[in-house]
């Protein structure tokens, strides 16, 4: 899945918005205005950082080279997946998917009702 793909899938998913709040080089997709996964755009190999919970993280390193750890912002935790041939465009939409659920999960009850009104 090149960049292009990436960006228009996660663009399909309900409510998400893309920006580029800190540089020009980092793209930024949120849903209801939670972060849910970050596209560097000046690496060379395709990546995304997404959102996953803790059990599925470790489960997910021991299995796959092509996701690694990382840390963002607040702490959360966060895990890069860097797409390659290892990795199913079907898996690595689930993954995506994960990280949105995981963060509509999190929202205020107000903006879940919202997002079930679009």
């Known amino acids: 899945m090149n960049y292009e793909e990436l960006h ?3 663009m399909s998913l309900k409510a998400v918005t893309d920006h580029f709040p800190f540089d020009e080089v980092t793209l930024v997709l949120k849903v209801q205005g939670k972060m849910f996964a970050l596209i560097p755009l000046d690496n060379p190999e395709t990546q995304i950082t ?3 919970d803790p059990d599925r993280a470790i489960n997910l390193r021991e299995e796959f080279d ?3 750890p990382a840390w963002h912002f607040n702490k959360k935790h ?3 997946v860097f797409i390659q041939a290892s990795i199913s465009q079907k898996f690595l939409c689930e993954l995506i998917n994960h990280s949105y659920d995981l ?3 999190g929202l205020p ?3 879940k ?3 079930q009104n679009l």
């Open 8 to 10: 228009h899938y996660c």
């Open 50 to 52: 997404l959102k996953c």
């Open 66 to 68: 092509a996701i690694t």
């Open 78 to 80: 966060w895990n890069t």
């Open 103 to 105: 963060v509509v999960a």
């Open 109 to 111: 009850r107000k903006l």
């Open 113 to 115: 009702e919202e997002l």
